[in-house]
């Protein structure tokens, strides 16, 4: 909140706006409790409530408007200490107290009595007494109120404070996406043109040309349903199919009704990256690429498969150079999911490498 400035902010005003509506109920509330118990007491103590009703009523209007005098002094206060605020509450519980007494002793004297009468100094050290514990009740009563507001104000900025951080770690790691893929592909274009493919390195910039638009077109922090983000790494396997057509196999496991789940773009580019350069780019053979999608409960798994080429004295090892991907996307489920999301990767099988991301499964 800008305070003190000249032109207040929409927050600041928001804020305003709240306890003054606050102030105006509770003001209202409190005083009219106030009225009621005094016509009880006056009741029990032999006074007609019809007759002593005037002077309830007036009571409670200058009551009303002493309450909200000192609101608006206090909240004038509202960033000084709390001791300080205390301090100036009881003052002018004070000064309110002894004002409320003078109006209540001017009605007896107009409308109990009709003509002056010696006063009851007694009486009037009851009265102000009572309005002294009155006003300070009012007081300590609207102090917690605006602490209260404060209190709520600080975890809204807080909040908001850590969306905005979440929001850009987010954009940062969504961001890493593309240069990481980038490079890999220019390193497959590259290995097309050593081989004197150059038809098919033109067809691969092209379609990388192609891809790159669309995927720069995304939000970072929009969710996109799994069938779009499964279009769009079909269509990146299609420009690494250019290269490894011959070897490259795809299949999809899609459980039926997850077409429509929502998920954080690109999530699976760095996992299929992963496949197709640790698994077909290093075999000589045919291997298999797997996408599939489960539902499990409330959560939504992905997971992406790959044939390993390796020695079986590596089999319980990691392939090399699966580090930068595969924690981007650990980082980003775990910034954005940090209370279901989860990613875990390695051998499920002698010659099988698995990478599987869980996270709370919503629909579009």
Not at 15 to 21: M, Q
Not at 60 to 74: D, E, F, I, K, Q
Not at 256 to 283: D, R
Request: a negative charge; proline letters at 4%.
């Amino acid at each position: 909140m800008a305070r003190g400035n000249d032109t207040a902010s929409p927050e600041e005003t928001q804020y305003t706006a709240g306890v003054r509506r606050a102030t105006l109920s509770f003001g209202f509330l409190y005083q009219f409790m106030q009225g009621v118990i005094t016509s009880v007491l006056w009741a029990v103590l032999g006074y007609d409530p019809i007759e002593v009703a005037p002077i309830t009523l007036i009571l409670v209007l200058n009551g009303t408007l002493m309450s909200y005098a000192m609101a608006a002094t206090l909240f004038r206060c509202r960033e000084r200490s709390i001791l300080f605020k205390l301090l100036v509450g009881s003052a002018l519980s004070l000064v309110a107290a002894v004002i409320n007494a003078g109006v209540d002793l001017a009605c007896h004297f107009l409308i109990e009595h009709g003509d002056p009468v010696d006063v009851n100094w007694t009486n009037v050290a009851y009265t102000v007494i009572y309005c002294v514990a009155l006003f300070h009740g009012w007081a300590f009563f609207y102090i917690a109120l605006l602490s209260n507001f404060e209190l709520r104000e600080r975890e809204r900025r807080l909040a908001l404070t850590r969306e905005e951080a979440l929001t850009a770690q987010m954009r940062a790691l969504r961001y890493q996406v593309n240069p990481h893929f980038l490079f890999n592909t220019l390193n497959s274009i590259a290995g097309l043109i050593e081989e004197g493919s150059s038809t098919a390195a033109g067809r691969m910039v092209l379609s990388l040309s192609s891809f790159l638009r669309t995927t720069l077109e995304l939000d970072p922090m929009q969710d996109v349903c799994l069938a779009d983000e499964l279009a769009l790494q079909i269509g990146y396997l299609n420009i690494e199919g250019e290269r490894f057509s011959d070897r490259m196999r795809l299949k999809l496991d899609i459980a039926p009704g997850l077409e429509q789940a929502l998920v954080p773009s690109l999530i699976l580019q760095p996992l299929i990256e992963n496949a197709v350069k640790h698994g077909v780019g290093s075999s000589a053979g045919a291997v298999e690429i797997l996408i599939s999608a489960a539902r499990h409960g409330e959560t939504l798994e992905l997971s992406v498969e790959n044939d390993l080429t390796i020695e079986p004295q590596c089999a319980t090892k990691k392939p090399p150079g699966t580090g930068t991907g595969l924690k981007n996307v650990a980082d980003r489920i775990r910034a954005r999911f940090p209370e279901m999301g989860a990613f875990i990767s390695g051998l499920v099988a002698p010659h099988r490498f698995r990478a599987a991301i869980t996270m709370p499964l919503r629909l579009a």
